[in-house]
């Protein structure tokens, strides 16, 4: 016996009024027509790994959560290869899963069967141009990589995602944000031209100036309209960098400062990392002494934070006048503890500034958050909403977990670009959007899904009250795709994803 | 008998029971690429007694794991708005459900289509004879067709139902150590039935039963009666059917058709579940998972898909899979005990319909006549000595912010 559903619609039209889908589960793929889309890519001398040793090692993303299991993997080696198994998986109608760092939390880089396609076998930078300031590298290296090589001409990115072990292509089909992302934007907005395959197989060429529909589809894309095999970014000289901490007890005034601080473009780089709610650390740093000296003349009196030390008496008065609380103050202290020398590792550091920034601000911070899983939950916010959302949500985190951290930055909008349209920048930003994740501090607890979900169902909920968006809305969270841009605006997209990609095979369930 | 058994191949993971939490466990298991077997001892589709009115909770989980229900999986009426609940003070409270109406779903056929869904490799007619644990993987022995045959896998899930043969594999004499409920539905042709057709109907009354319901199915009405599993079901039915008459106007012919189920009322309330040993887990009612108002659908989905993730969970990570599933079934525990405990009911709305709420709708003086209906209605089930229990494990609840594991088997 087999049912028959319409997938447009559902029994009992009236039932779960105001609580549309919350949760994403995709179905593993069937496996049709597997055999002869393997048969035809041998037949190019494209080999297939289905060794299930092997394809074990693909069954999960950064997050953890969400686990699945590709029916083989292909390791990239160039865009023709890429655009061979783009046109047999159309003909074939097979699902291709595309995994850079694999750095998603939501299942997006997760094939549910089918083919995952590892972009890391493309990880060769390819010119680095010192008078252009740019360098075209292939899309599957990681940012680490990048940042090494440019180094070894004097050279430097410019904003990378937090996370530096994500690749530059998932990452320009993300955003990709950073403390620079207050002064330069996201990582994708740094895309000078890319090298795309598009779903149906061609090999496209595209930048502002060519083909430009397709390169603002592809950024902040969430790879939906094509694979970026190569990218031309921009870069500047490198320069050490002074780093500077302020302490807040309020995460009010810590985000009003925030904001004000970003909106007066008063520092290269800001953002905010908070241990629980008590204590709020406002990051600030500098290319050069001429910045730095300009925030300590023009800004410094206008912030709330505190020094160190006077952070330190005021929240040791504040523990002495609560005893009840002696656990909180001590996991304070011995993150502090960890933590800070972290953030200044002397190995990094030469005369008081930072050397290497890839490693301070990725590397050796990534290891205090990561875990087996992870669950980071965001909004993305104008610069009205922002205060608000983020008390919010940290009340949710309250409620759901005893130790968090929240990230929060401002994000440079480079005008109304047709990339931002369906992405993390929250249609009512104007010159600047800011994102704050809500991150649990999971310490190798073991949670279920549901437990997660539900807290990431009440953060991503306050967006749909507030308006705002979110950088994790693919894979399981997709149900908030609808809830959050409209249908006019979703039905717009899918039928231009119909279009590019009429077998709907390219990371499916991840948008549509 | 074992060793002359046909050898069947090897899967990840045998689930034994066709029903929601089997399908959903098997949803997460295929999903991660798991082989994964269930065996369900009737032909399919199999019809299964139940109300059908799962929670708006359940419901969300079927439409976000399974895709939309086709048609045949549900009743008519489709969909049912909430619960009211009667006192034997005649006053009556109605309790929208959260989110809007939802599904009455038609167990034959939802159960089936879930399992198509789920993509696991089904064998039905195929009845479970024994589990052995082996320490790396674990033999069953199951019989189809005076056959049998033998199964290995490197877990086994107890997906079972109340009256669980994998329970009773793992913990001998077990089921004589708990209460048995009886449940019985009768269909009945209507005369004439003023009850509200879109809700379920509850009542909360020590005379008529431990668990007596009424609701509206394919143009009939149900009437449904629990008791202890020995009771003569069909005259408290009689009973209960008088009194409807008596009270509510309802005027029903006689019934044509019953159909009745044996259940473990209780484990959730006392917080006394029972999740298995060794490379062997228990999930849904056959742990003991039921909701307030014998709701057990939803719960039987996610406690499914729990031992579905903490067994992917084992697989990838060689994790002992009892410590795994048992740290994350705690949520799942928290949600259904929840419902049960005073001091959540009170301070706390732990169920998808406003109970609070709609008491406050009252008057002073009607609140205090239904307090002291839910008290009559609690009396009964003073022979069960769960009161302490009761009280025990919510102080519990709220001291440590869990319900104590130590007293899960």
Not at chain 1, 2 to 7: H, L, N, P, Q, V
Not at chain 1, 307 to 312: H, L, R, V
Not at chain 2, 294 to 301: I, K, N, Q, V, W
């Amino acid at each position: 016996m087999s049912y028959k559903t319409d997938g447009s619609k559902h029994i009992g039209k009236d039932s779960l009024i105001g609580i549309p889908r919350q949760q994403t589960n995709p179905s593993r793929w069937s496996g049709k027509g597997w055999d002869a889309f393997v048969g035809e890519l041998g037949s190019s001398g494209i080999d297939v790994v289905t060794e299930p040793s092997k394809l074990s090692l693909y069954r999960s993303d950064a997050g953890g959560v969400a686990t699945g299991s590709c029916h083989g993997v292909v390791i990239a080696r160039s865009s023709e290869m890429i655009a061979d198994i783009m046109r047999a998986a159309q003909k074939h109608r097979i699902p291709v899963t595309v995994k850079g760092g694999g750095l998603t939390t939501e299942g997006e880089s997760v094939a549910f069967g089918g083919l995952q396609l590892d972009m890391r076998g493309m990880s060769k930078v390819i010119n680095i141009d010192r008078e252009d300031l740019t360098v075209r590298t292939e899309a599957g290296i990681y940012w680490h990589s990048l940042a090494e090589s440019l180094r070894r001409y004097g050279m430097d990115y410019l904003s990378a995602p937090l996370n530096m072990t994500s690749s530059v292509g998932g990452t320009l089909g993300v955003g990709g944000i950073d403390v620079n992302s207050p002064r330069l934007g996201c990582s994708a907005d740094q895309a000078v031209a890319l090298k795309v395959v598009t779903p149906r197989g061609d090999i496209v060429e595209c930048s502002e100036e060519d083909n430009r529909d397709l390169f603002e589809l592809v950024l902040l894309g969430y790879g939906q309209f094509g694979i970026i095999t190569e990218a031309t970014l921009r870069i500047r000289p490198f320069t050490p960098i002074t780093m500077h901490y302020f302490y807040y007890s309020s995460l009010r005034e810590a985000m009003e400062d925030l904001k004000m601080l970003t909106r007066e473009d008063a520092a290269d780089y800001l953002g905010i990392l908070t241990m629980l709610d008590r204590a709020i650390n406002l990051l600030v740093a500098f290319d050069s002494d001429e910045r730095e000296k300009m925030f300590f003349s023009n800004w410094r009196n206008k912030i709330r934070g505190h020094g160190e030390m006077g952070f330190a008496v005021r929240t040791a008065a504040h523990y002495l006048l609560r005893p009840w609380k002696l656990r909180e103050a001590l996991y304070l202290l011995d993150r502090k503890r960890t933590l800070l020398p972290a953030l200044s590792p002397s190995h990094h550091i030469a005369s008081g500034k930072i050397v290497d920034r890839s490693v301070v601000f990725s590397r050796a911070v990534w290891r205090f958050w990561g875990g087996r899983q992870m669950v980071i939950p965001d909004l993305a916010t104008s610069e009205d909403k922002f205060v608000d959302a983020i008390l919010k949500g940290n009340e949710v985190c309250k409620k759901y977990f005893d130790h968090y951290t929240l990230y929060c930055v401002g994000i440079k909008l480079h005008g109304k670009l047709p990339r931002y349209e369906l992405s993390c920048i929250p249609p009512d930003a104007q010159d600047f959007a800011y994102g704050c994740e809500f991150e649990p501090m999971l310490e190798g607890k073991t949670y279920s899904r549901d437990y997660l979900q539900s807290f990431k169902n009440e953060i991503y909920d306050i967006g749909v009250e507030m308006g705002t968006s979110y950088y994790r809305f693919g894979g399981m969270m997709k149900g908030y795709i609808r809830r959050v841009f409209g249908d006019e605006l979703v039905d717009r997209y899918l039928k231009m994803k119909e279009k590019a990609d009429p077998s709907m095979i390219l990371n499916r369930d991840v948008i549509f | 008998m074992a060793t002359s058994a046909r050898y069947h191949s090897h899967y990840d993971v045998i689930i034994v029971g066709g029903s929601f939490s089997g399908a959903a466990c098997a949803k997460r298991l295929v999903d991660s690429g798991y082989s994964t077997l269930i065996l369900e001892h009737k032909k399919l589709p199999r019809h299964k007694p139940c109300s059908g009115i799962v929670s708006p909770r359940g419901h969300r989980f079927l439409l976000e794991n399974f895709g939309p229900v086709p048609d045949e999986a549900v009743h008519s009426p489709k969909t049912c708005r909430g619960v009211v609940f009667h006192y034997p003070s005649m006053l009556s409270m109605p309790m929208d459900f959260h989110y809007g109406p939802t599904l009455h779903l038609n167990r034959k056929y939802s159960d089936h289509w879930a399992l198509l869904q789920s993509g696991a490799d089904v064998h039905e007619r195929t009845h479970l004879e024994s589990v052995e644990d082996k320490g790396t993987s674990v033999e069953v022995i199951a019989r189809t067709e005076g056959e049998h045959i033998r199964y290995r896998a490197r877990y086994v899930m107890g997906a079972d139902g109340p009256n669980s043969t994998v329970v009773r594999s793992v913990y001998p004499g077990y089921e004589k150590t708990i209460p048995w409920f009886k449940v019985k539905q009768y269909f009945h042709e209507r005369i004439d039935c003023p009850l509200d057709d879109d809700y379920f109907h509850f009542w909360v009354h020590p005379d008529l039963g431990f668990y007596t319901w009424s609701h509206l199915r394919n143009e009939g009405q149900i009437v449904g009666v629990g008791y202890g599993a020995g009771d003569d079901l069909n005259k408290r039915h009689e009973r209960v059917v008088s009194y409807l008459e008596e009270k509510h106007g309802v005027r029903l012919k006689p019934t044509e058709k019953r159909e009745g189920s044996i259940n473990n009322f209780g484990l959730s309330l006392i917080n006394r579940y029972v999740f298995g040993k060794g490379n062997i887990i228990i999930t849904g009612q056959a742990a003991g998972f039921l909701n307030i108002i014998a709701e057990g659908m939803s719960c039987a989905l996610h406690s499914g898909a729990i031992a579905g993730e903490a067994t992917v969970d084992a697989l990838r990570y060689n994790n002992s899979i009892q410590d795994t599933y048992r740290k994350m079934i705690s949520s799942e525990v928290k949600r259904c005990s929840d419902q049960w405990n005073p001091f959540k009911i009170i301070f706390g709305n732990p169920h998808e319909a406003d109970f609070m709420a709609a008491l406050k709708r009252h008057s002073r003086s009607d609140r205090r006549r239904i307090i002291r209906d839910i008290w009559s209605f609690l009396r009964p089930w003073g022979k069960y000595g769960w009161g302490r229990q009761i009280v025990t494990q919510a102080v519990f609840r709220r001291l440590i912010d869990a319900y104590a594991p130590s007293r899960w088997l």
